[in-house]
């Protein structure tokens, strides 16, 4: 079946490092892809997405591009804030009803 | 105004109870979700509702009922309530089935069973 299978945290950064979590899927058809941020205490929210090879999602800072060949869907950033500490979701929708999520990875920034 | 709204935000019961865990959308959506969230932040889908029809049911104990009066709703009643049914419990909504439909989430409620 389908999956997504994201870099295991936490990873600890220090305030205006580089980020990358990784993202890889498996999917039987061309999923659309996102990634969601969850802030202590919230729900999760769209940070980006994208829907076809080659897409590049953008979004505060961040960027992930639609990288077919090799099933990824990597997350980065230049330069992290504190701000930015949050547990990140990648996540693929193919044409049913269901979501499915990676498994989370925390970051932490620190000042 | 509140997209996607749950209540309670948390909840607080001893083993055995029966309890329920209202969602609304305001966005006119046609698709509802409930996810469960546990200590490890694992996010994993447990039904989905299109258009008041249950479309999606992976793999949850029959203790879990979901009723959906409308579109707008989709609530989840819990009977008999288990120590491993303690985890965060988030509604969710979307515009339809496919495509590049984002997933709008709720809050969430903090359910401890105890």
């Known amino acids: 079946g389908d999956s997504v299978t994201q870099m295991e945290g936490p990873v600890t950064l220090s305030e205006e490092a580089f980020l990358t979590i990784n993202c890889t899927y498996t999917?039987?058809?061309?999923?659309?892809l996102f990634w969601y941020v969850q802030y202590p205490g919230e729900g999760l929210q769209l940070l980006l997405k994208a829907t076809k090879a080659d897409d590049k999602g953008s979004n505060k800072g961040f960027e992930a591009t639609y990288r077919k060949e090799t099933t990824s869907f990597h997350l980065e950033k230049g330069s992290v804030q504190v701000s930015d500490s949050a547990v990140y979701f990648c996540a693929l929708l193919t044409g049913g009803f269901k979501t499915i999520f990676g498994a989370g990875t925390r970051l932490f920034v620190k000042a | 105004d509140t997209a996607v709204s749950q209540t309670p935000k948390y909840l607080v019961t001893q083993m055995g109870n029966d309890k329920s865990i209202k969602c609304e959308q305001n966005?006119?959506?046609?698709?509802m979700y409930w996810y469960k969230q546990d200590s490890k932040k694992f996010l994993k889908i447990m039904f989905s509702?299109?258009?008041?029809?249950?479309?999606i049911n992976e793999t949850v104990p029959n203790r879990f009922s979901p009723k959906s009066p409308d579109k707008a709703h989709l609530n989840l009643h819990i009977n008999s309530l288990e120590l491993g049914d303690s985890a965060v419990y988030f509604c969710?909504?979307?515009?339809?089935?496919?495509?590049?439909?984002?997933?709008?989430f709720g809050q969430g409620t903090r359910l401890t069973v105890v």
């Open positions: 509702y299109n258009n008041k029809e249950l479309i």
């Open positions: 999917a039987t058809g061309y999923p659309s």
């Open positions: 966005l006119g959506h046609d698709t």
């Open positions: 969710a909504s979307s515009q339809d089935q496919g495509g590049d439909t984002e997933a709008f």
